[in-house]
């Protein structure tokens, strides 16, 4: 059974800078691909990003395009969310997820395993 922890959520002004850690253990976590997906409050969840299990592929969605980078160190079992020039529409609960599916996935329906969760939010 895979384990995801996130960390690095906060509060932060217009503008600033996030990055969000995502470390997966437990058995075969290394052949994973890993997500991130984000919820605010009263909206559905929606992708952000997602890299694929040798790391090489990656996918973000166009609303964080350019601003944001997703990034793994296969060494450390550790996914990255580099946020940049966030904007108080970013404000969610970030979530890690994982699949052992092929390549790059963007359903949230494809994940099997979720993180609990980290709160992001950017002030005006």
């Known amino acids: 059974q895979v384990q995801l922890v996130e960390s690095g959520g906060g509060l932060v002004q217009a503008g600033d800078s996030l990055r969000l850690s995502c470390a997966a253990s437990?058995?075969?976590?290394?052949?994973?691909?890993m997500g991130w997906f984000r919820q605010a409050p009263g909206k559905e969840r929606e992708f952000v990003a997602a890299?694929?299990?040798?790391?090489?592929?990656?996918y973000h969605a166009d609303v964080v395009k350019c601003r944001f980078t997703i990034s793994r160190d296969r060494a450390k079992n550790t996914v990255y969310l580099q946020m940049n020039s966030l904007k108080p529409e970013d404000t969610a609960v970030y979530y890690c997820?994982?699949?052992?599916?092929?390549?790059?996935?963007?359903?949230?329906?494809?994940?099997?395993?979720w993180g609990q969760g980290t709160q992001v939010t950017v002030s005006s």
């Open positions: 437990g058995r075969a976590s290394r052949r994973l691909c």
């Open positions: 890299v694929s299990w040798s790391g090489g592929s990656t």
């Open positions: 997820a994982a699949t052992y599916d092929d390549g790059v996935v963007v359903r949230a329906a494809a994940f099997g395993t």
